[in-house]
């Protein structure tokens, strides 16, 4: 029973037909079939097919983009018969044919030959390989500098066969010895098929019985023919019908290694339909099987003999035959996106419908146009003829809209400047569009992105954005990738942010020398801003107020950066200072006498010696606020001065004790809530 799951179906339309269906062949005798088909880079493509004139052999034509022949039915195989060619095509057109070869005496030898991107054959045919046992089925596959692989079934006895390989440089000169591509090798391992990445990794895919058991398995190989990681299985034999459960199969490759294997799966009796698989381009899964054509198979309603074709973006169309289709059979085609989307229902692809029209080919350029080829009997008036038709795939070409959005929209601040900004990442991807799949951001990325691929994976940014927390200059760069593999150039937006104001700060305050009452004392301030710079002065002076006496503040002016900040309020606090005249007759003497009563007379003044005034001077004695004190061979502690208006002087009169020696006196100012004292101090003698 087949159980394979349908994939998604997806927004899309039908492929649309590029002018009508063409006859290939123009020897119209006989039967010409199995035709091959390979397109460049630019859509050019070749179609090559097995012709009966009398012996079989291979035939070519080749094609413009635009579906114009540029050569008539030319001949392929120059020695012995051939039949069931394969063709690769490098991007710049030039190809390769690969074919079975039979010699009069029946044997059967893989031929190829080559030709540049003018059709010209370069050089005869020549031996891919010979042995006694028959070597069918050759498959061949080209990159972009031309060399190519080609693989075919090596039938080694009557009740088993291998897959064999060779590889060949862009001159046709072979890369080492054939090797064999399978590592399972009892029972039947043949049909290969096989396509190339730009780079030159290839995957040789084929049948395989095991026991009553067929599957499908494929290879993949690098670039200089060595394996990568063991053949694994691609269908899963639960999703298929028993015991064929996938048979013949076709492969297609996008350039960049991504490829889908489509087979024909069967019950060995009536029920037979086309199933699919679509990988990475490290042979990881994609998908699960998946079931091709929208009809179901049926005893009355059967597919075989699948063909595939991928675009760049890993877009991809498979073509199948369809019984009894029209009536006597008919090749059908269906869409799928990058992501193994269907993109509509199934399409017919052959017009005309009397007779039978079967054993389709397929090829796609890298924009999702595609040629397909197919034998139509009876079409001609004879046998069988060659047939093709152009399609526009209509795959979603255009790459999704990434959008970075701005709150505030415009800088807050001055000069252009943010002063705080959020940002916001989205991405659309337009109406009939597949959907966006990824999107990417980084902010200040070492080095410039030019691609989708240059981004980091995720996008903190995405939908309803983030602050941007750091200062400076920034730059966001972001991009998205569809569904259908389209990638953006990234986009981006740069923006400035200054949150900080600048500093601001006095450089010599408080001043190193006292303020004094009545003097004209000068400081400075300097201003700096890091990220924005200034907009307002770097550096300046102010001015302090040097009356009253006491405790005063002078603010600094605001620093201005161009972002608008401005600096919070700073103020230079200070002290402004008497000055102490004295002291006085009688005293100070060199020498005082023990037990004589000394007054100690003090005056203050202005830094000009004027006095203070009679009033301001009995409130600090009142508060005293002007004390005397002493140290040395006798100890006094602090004792409030009284003034004397009349001789406008603060007076202490100070008992001396017995004890001699020296002795250091001191005046004291105090100021409010400051420690701050203005101090005189004079040493003497205390003598007997």
């Known amino acids: 029973m087949c159980v394979a799951s349908e994939p998604a179906l997806s927004s899309g339309s039908q492929p649309t037909g590029l002018g009508g269906e063409f006859q290939v062949n123009t020897y119209t005798q006989h039967v010409q079939d199995y035709s091959n088909v390979a397109m460049d880079g630019a859509g050019n493509f070749v179609v090559v097919w097995q012709s009966d004139k009398g012996p079989l052999e291979v035939d070519g034509r080749r094609y413009t983009a635009d579906g114009t022949a540029l050569t008539d039915q030319f001949q392929v195989n120059t020695t012995a018969i051939g039949y069931q060619p394969s063709i690769g095509m490098s991007p710049d057109g030039a190809f390769v044919v690969a074919w079975t070869g039979q010699d009069a005496s029946g044997r059967q030898d893989v031929m190829a030959r080559r030709y540049d991107a003018d059709g010209q054959p370069l050089g005869d045919d020549f031996l891919v390989y010979a042995q006694s046992a028959a070597q069918r089925e050759a498959a061949v596959a080209m990159n972009g500098d031309d060399s190519f692989v080609v693989a075919w079934t090596n039938y080694a006895s009557g009740s088993s066969s291998e897959v064999y390989a060779r590889r060949y440089n862009a001159a046709g000169t072979p890369l080492g010895d054939t090797f064999r591509v399978n590592t399972l090798t009892p029972g039947l391992q043949g049909f290969p098929a096989l396509a190339m990445d730009a780079d030159g990794r290839f995957t040789i895919t084929w049948l395989s019985q095991d026991g009553g058991q067929w599957n499908v398995y494929a290879q993949r190989y690098d670039s200089g023919g060595q394996t990568i990681g063991s053949q694994f299985q691609v269908n899963t034999p639960a999703n298929d019908y028993q015991p064929y459960a996938a048979v013949y199969p076709a492969i297609a490759m996008a350039p960049t290694g991504k490829f889908v294997i489509a087979w024909e799966t069967s019950d060995g009796n009536c029920l037979s339909g086309i199933h699919a698989r679509l990988f990475a381009a490290d042979d990881v899964p994609l998908s699960d099987d998946f079931t091709v054509p929208e009809e179901a198979p049926s005893c009355t309603t059967s597919q075989n003999s699948a063909a595939v074709g991928m675009d760049s973006r890993g877009n991809f169309v498979v073509t199948w035959n369809a019984y009894p289709g029209d009536g006597d059979g008919a090749v059908n085609g269906r869409l799928f996106d990058a992501a193994g989307n269907v993109l509509g229902g199934g399409f017919q692809v052959n017009t005309y419908t009397s007779g039978s029209q079967s054993t389709s080919a397929v090829a796609m350029n890298p924009t999702g146009k595609f040629v397909v080829?197919?034998?139509?009997?009876?079409?001609?008036?004879?046998?069988?003829?060659?047939?093709?038709?152009?399609?526009?795939?209509?795959?979603?070409?255009?790459?999704?809209?990434?959008?970075?959005?701005?709150?505030?929209?415009?800088?807050?601040?001055?000069?252009?400047?943010?002063?705080?900004?959020?940002?916001?990442?989205?991405?659309?991807?337009?109406?009939?569009?597949?959907?966006?799949?990824?999107?990417?951001?980084?902010?200040?990325?070492?080095?410039?992105?030019?691609?989708?691929?240059?981004?980091?994976?995720?996008?903190?940014?995405?939908?309803?954005?983030?602050?941007?927390?750091?200062?400076?200059?920034?730059?966001?760069?972001?991009?998205?990738?569809?569904?259908?593999?389209?990638?953006?150039?990234?986009?981006?937006?740069?923006?400035?942010?200054?949150?900080?104001?600048?500093?601001v700060n006095f450089t010599d305050c408080p001043p190193a020398s006292p303020v004094v009452l009545g003097s004209s004392v000068t400081v400075h301030w300097s201003a700096s801003d890091a990220t924005s710079g200034l907009s307002s002065a770097s550096s300046g002076t102010v001015g302090l107020a040097t009356s009253p006496a006491g405790v005063h503040s002078v603010p600094a002016p605001p620093g201005t950066d161009k972002a608008g900040n401005s600096s919070g309020s700073i103020s230079c606090t200070y002290v402004v200072q008497y000055k102490i005249l004295g002291f006085f007759s009688p005293a100070p003497s060199s020498k005082w006498k023990a037990g004589s009563n000394v007054p100690v007379k003090i005056a203050l003044a202005d830094a000009t010696g004027g006095r203070i005034s009679d009033a301001e001077a009995a409130g600090l004695a009142s508060e005293c606020r002007v004390t005397f004190r002493a140290t040395g061979a006798q100890t006094l502690a602090g004792q409030c001065m009284k003034y004397d208006a009349s001789v406008h002087q603060f007076i202490y009169s100070w008992k001396l004790g017995a004890t001699t020696g020296a002795e250091t006196i001191y005046t004291d100012v105090s100021y409010p809530s400051r420690a701050t004292k203005t101090t005189k101090s004079e040493g003497i003698t205390i003598t007997r």
């Open 373 to 503: 080829t197919w034998t139509s009997v009876g079409q001609d008036g004879e046998g069988g003829g060659i047939y093709g038709q152009r399609f526009d795939g209509g795959f979603d070409s255009s790459p999704p809209v990434t959008a970075i959005t701005l709150d505030p929209p415009t800088p807050d601040g001055g000069n252009g400047w943010y002063r705080h900004v959020s940002a916001a990442v989205s991405a659309s991807d337009g109406q009939g569009g597949s959907g966006v799949e990824e999107t990417r951001c980084v902010l200040d990325p070492v080095s410039v992105p030019v691609s989708f691929d240059d981004l980091p994976e995720g996008c903190p940014y995405l939908g309803a954005g983030a602050d941007v927390p750091s200062e400076g200059q920034h730059t966001l760069y972001a991009a998205s990738e569809d569904s259908a593999g389209n990638k953006e150039t990234p986009v981006s937006s740069s923006f400035k942010i200054d949150k900080t104001p600048p500093t």
